[in-house]
């Protein structure tokens, strides 16, 4: 049920006035309450989680976002004629976005991709001795090469068939290993224009300043990606058409000597999505700044596919923390081997001088998730070496630990399986009560090495839960291989569990139980087996856990075992009460209070002793009773049950 | 019915707006700027992601303004670009921040009063939590709640049926109180 806010807390939250507690409940009721919300929209004042209030808070956003629009259109914008995107539909990619899941994984398909870097490729080294611009001699500056125009006077067929170059359109200069022979027919070696060649490199830079200033934004700053990207790609629009890789320009420009025009050739290939290469060269060459680092596209796959951009941001990363934002939001095989020789080459310094504060360290860590941070943690508190970096890494871990149990598990399994019984590491996980590394630790009790330290830790581990795990472990699934010791020393430890267990037992199968019953011979594990016992439900018992409980019971052969059984017997259905009457005889101290109570009911003394000897006697064998055993019982039982 | 609640002008004004007419093309967008840049907030979580997604709603709404169905209005096309320009922000976005969201995003614990009694936090958390939720979900969430649309406008926005409106209205609430419910029902 929900509450429905009084007029006087609407009006509150309608006027605008401070935020009380119960406007929390009204922005519930906003989503769950059409009634509500009614009343709410009625105010027409809804501070800014209504944010349909936009004029109340910004009344000029319009305007802005019109005169922005005008300034795109006179820039021509909008010309652009290869911009064919429907407005009624997402992209092809939106279908899938649903979840809100980020797709900017490449499109075009792979065949298609290959050729078309074939293609450049082969073109590429066609044109090389007639294609090295004046950029040459700078070293940063790429080899940049032109396409013909077709020999037929139409649309080159090497012509970049993308209007704009996104994440799968790198700008790298294919190899030229990977180029076909150059007399290879169909390979022609067209001649080169270079008036043209620099004609159309001037058209690029022209395009790229005239990209309109919003005077919003911060003095020289360029206008709204969306409208640089429109605005330059439509006037790229005409030389691709005529088959010119204007995207090589650019690449020049990125890296040419002009920072005003470089920066703004790196606004667009932003804008338009980014090529890795490219942009891992403008980082290497410093063109953009931290700007360039911030509108990298985190996360998108197209960095960790580009060894460049890797490599580029690794070597910020020591000392920038969005490079390593950046690598830490890749989970590629490239990323993690930049991040561990980050991490490796810190931790060294930190172990060196024993502080991690004195080698960022910390810092690094204070960085990485949770899942990521820990098994450096681990690694930090070696033993040995640096005491300090040691005290504060435990500290840290068992900080984490507490928000993230499982990967903390993970972090210390490879330990556990690896350490010697001494590394002070392994404490961690009782420290940590990390109840999922109960069964790994349970399985060093088989190797005779690691026995008694194993032992001692699952003593001091036992949370219920991870008493369970063992339980499971040392019992259900390993019966042969059951240590009675390790039980009896955690029962012994932590008494209160075996209630605990017992609650849990009754979910285990009976054979467990009775493998686990068949350690515990003390009150703990008496308490246990009555705990699991108690928790039955009195109805149906379908799948016998009952009998195998009783089973178990009988074998513990105690007074105090025989007298609870005794306690529950008129709470049984009456072939349970049967048997339980005849366990709770043969039980050593139990019999004659059995024989007693059997007898004040009107049933034969004699009867029961034999049954309760025949029981026994199978139960001492691990063998449940059989019906034909428990007739006699049962034929006197209707007398009983009248006596009742 | 809020889908045919339309300036009685719209027609005339968007022929002039298709004829090149700013003034005309302005006072259109004008009319329903408001409820678009809403729906970007409310879709991406914030002021500034839903200006640069209303920017490239507004070139795309220019540039395709001949598409427009005068008898379907000038609204559920301007809309419909908006959801389609703030989806694809969204996806853009979640690739770039993918990293921020492997720990757990804040949430007001059952019980913890002092999280309650803030009642910014709590706001915050609600539009956190609307901003999560599928886009088709949160978009017709909010256009049915605050901007009163009915299944069949909301359906025109969306690109979608009346009734799966109805059932994405339907999702989303059950979500809301799913995340919501055991922190605020007493």
Not at chain 1, 336 to 363: I, K, N, S, Y
Not at chain 1, 572 to 588: E, Q, Y
Request: charge should be negative.
């Amino acid at each position: 049920m929900t509450r429905h806010p009084s007029d006087a807390q609407l009006v509150r939250f309608a006027q605008g006035e401070q935020l009380a507690e119960r406007a929390v409940e009204i922005a519930f009721h906003v989503a769950g309450c059409a009634e509500c919300a009614a009343r709410i929209h009625a105010e027409r004042a809804l501070d800014d989680f209504v944010v349909r209030s936009a004029p109340l808070v910004d009344a000029h956003a319009a305007d802005r976002a019109l005169e922005r629009l005008w300034r795109a259109v006179d820039a021509g914008a909008l010309d652009d004629a290869g911009a064919t995107d429907d407005p009624g539909a997402l992209d092809a990619r939106s279908e899938l976005s649903d979840v809100g899941e980020a797709t900017d994984a490449p499109t075009r398909r792979p065949a298609l991709r290959l050729v078309t870097a074939l293609v450049a490729a082969a073109l590429l080294l066609a044109l090389l001795p007639w294609l090295i611009d004046g950029e040459r001699d700078d070293p940063r500056a790429p080899v940049v090469a032109e396409a013909p125009p077709a020999l037929d006077g139409g649309a080159h067929p090497f012509a970049d068939p993308a209007p704009e170059f996104g994440p799968d359109t790198d700008l790298e200069p294919a190899r030229p290993d990977a180029a076909p022979p150059r007399d290879e027919p169909g390979t022609p070696a067209p001649p080169v224009d270079l008036e043209r060649l620099a004609a159309t490199r001037a058209r690029v830079a022209a395009a790229l300043l005239d990209v309109p200033v919003d005077p919003h934004a911060p003095a020289g700053a360029p206008a709204h990606p969306a409208v640089a990207a429109e605005s330059v790609s439509a006037a790229l629009a005409p030389l691709r058409a005529e088959g010119w890789p204007v995207d090589a320009h650019l690449r020049g420009l990125v890296l040419g000597d002009d920072v005003a025009l470089a920066e703004r050739a790196l606004e667009h290939v932003l804008a338009v999505g980014g090529a890795p290469s490219l942009l891992a060269q403008a980082l290497r060459a410093g063109v953009g700044g931290d700007a360039l680092l911030e509108r990298l596209p985190v996360g998108a796959s197209a960095l960790g596919d580009s060894p460049a951009l890797v490599a580029a941001l690794a070597e910020r990363a020591p000392h920038d923390a969005r490079a390593r934002a950046l690598l830490l939001a890749e989970p590629g095989p490239r990323t993690r081997r930049a991040l561990d020789e980050l991490f490796g080459a810190a931790l060294e310094r930190a172990r060196l001088a024993d502080d991690p504060r004195d080698a960022d360290f910390a810092t690094l860590c204070a960085e990485l998730p949770h899942a990521a941070a820990l098994p450096w943690l681990v690694r930090a508190a070696r033993p040995g070496d640096a005491p300090a970096l040691a005290d504060w890494a435990r500290a840290r871990f068992l900080a984490r630990a507490a928000v993230a149990p499982n990967p903390a598990a993970d972090s210390l399994r490879p330990l556990l399986a690896d350490a010697p019984d001494d590394d002070p590491r392994l404490e961690w996980l009782v420290d940590a009560r990390l109840d999922a590394l109960v069964p790994d630790l349970a399985q060093r009790l088989d190797a005779r090495e690691h026995a008694a330290a194993a032992r001692a830790r699952l003593a001091r581990l036992a949370t219920p839960a991870a008493a369970y795990a063992l339980f499971v472990e040392l019992a259900e699934d390993q019966r042969g291989r059951a240590d009675p010791h390790a039980l009896r020393l955690l029962l012994h430890e932590r008494p209160a569990l075996a209630e605990a267990l017992g609650a849990r037992a009754a979910d285990a199968h009976g054979a467990a139980l009775s493998a686990f019953a068949e350690t515990l011979s003390d009150e703990p594990a008496e308490r246990l087996l009555l705990g699991a016992f108690a928790a039955l439900p009195v109805g149906a018992d379908p799948r016998g856990r009952r009998a195998e409980l009783l089973t178990a019971l009988a074998r513990l052969g105690g007074e105090r075992a025989g007298l609870a059984l005794l306690a529950r017997v008129d709470a049984l259905p009456a072939d349970d009460a049967v048997l339980a009457l005849a366990w709770a005889t043969s039980a050593r101290l139990a019999g004659d209070a059995a024989t007693a109570r059997w007898s004040a009911q009107g049933g034969d003394p004699g009867t029961l002793a034999q049954v309760a000897a025949d029981v026994g006697e199978r139960a001492d064998r691990d063998v449940r009773p059989s019906p034909r055993l428990l007739r006699p019982l049962e034929r006197e039982l209707p007398r009983v049950v009248a006596l009742r | 019915m809020t889908t045919t609640i339309r300036p009685p002008d719209e027609t005339a004004e968007l022929a002039a707006a298709r004829g090149g007419d700013r003034a005309a093309f302005a006072r259109l967008v004008r009319a329903h700027h408001d409820q678009g840049l809403a729906l970007a907030v409310r879709l991406l979580g914030n002021r500034e992601d839903a200006e640069d997604a209303m920017q490239d709603a507004l070139i795309k709404t220019l540039r395709h303004l001949h598409r427009v169905e005068p008898e379907r209005g000038f609204r559920s096309w301007f809309l419909r670009i908006v959801f389609n320009q703030s989806l694809d922000a969204r996806r853009r976005r979640a690739a770039r921040t993918r990293h921020e969201h492997a720990a757990p995003p804040p949430s007001a614990r059952p019980g913890d009063a002092a999280a309650r009694a803030s009642g910014r936090e709590g706001l915050a958390r609600v539009r956190a939590l609307m901003a999560s939720l599928p886009p088709k979900q949160a978009a017709a969430l909010h256009l049915r709640v605050f901007e009163e649309f009915d299944y069949a406008a909301i359906a025109e926005v969306l690109g979608i049926t009346p009734g799966s409106a109805r059932v994405y209205l339907v999702k989303a609430r059950r979500a809301l109180r799913a995340q919501l419910g055991e922190e605020w029902t007493p």
